[in-house]
């Protein structure tokens, strides 16, 4: 269960990365409301899962998520640049992301 909060956590950092840009430096009202209650659900599930789980493994998941969602949203929907290398990159992130989670976790 705990993972499971994790992986939700992640893609609510993608949400709040996304609603971040879409805000115009917290100049638009719906997206810096949606960022706010993105970012306290991210840091919420992230908080309770952390009490099941080794905080570095945990961590690496959420951000990885976070990474790589968003990068992967931008690219499809707000015209980011898609290139050879920036695909490599987030898969790089999500195989070190699998690879910690691989390597163990005492809980």
Same mark, same amino acid.
């Given at each position: 269960?705990?993972?499971?909060?994790?992986?939700?956590?992640?893609?609510?950092?993608?949400?709040?990365?996304?609603?971040?840009?879409?805000?115009?430096?917290?100049?638009?009202?719906?997206?810096?409301?949606?960022?706010?209650?993105?970012?306290?659900?991210?840091?919420?599930?992230?908080?309770?899962? /952390?009490?099941?789980?080794?905080?570095?493994?945990?961590?690496?998941?959420?951000?990885?998520?976070?990474?790589?969602?968003?990068?992967?949203?931008?690219?499809?929907?707000?015209?980011?640049?898609?290139?050879?290398?920036?695909?490599?990159?987030?898969?790089?992130?999500? /195989?070190?992301?699998?690879? /910690?989670?691989?390597?163990?976790?005492?809980?």
């Amino acid at each position: 269960m705990a993972w499971l909060l994790v992986i939700v956590a992640g893609f609510l950092e993608t949400g709040f990365a996304v609603c971040l840009k879409l805000s115009h430096g917290f100049t638009r009202l719906w997206p810096t409301v949606a960022f706010a209650c993105f970012a306290l659900g991210s840091f919420g599930l992230l908080t309770l899962s /952390l009490r099941k789980l080794d905080v570095g493994p945990a961590y690496a998941v959420w951000t990885g998520i976070g990474a790589a969602g968003t990068a992967i949203y931008g690219m499809i929907f707000l015209g980011d640049l898609v290139s050879t290398l920036k695909i490599i990159s987030i898969s790089l992130v999500i /195989l070190g992301v699998i690879g /910690l989670q691989l390597s163990g976790s005492s809980h």
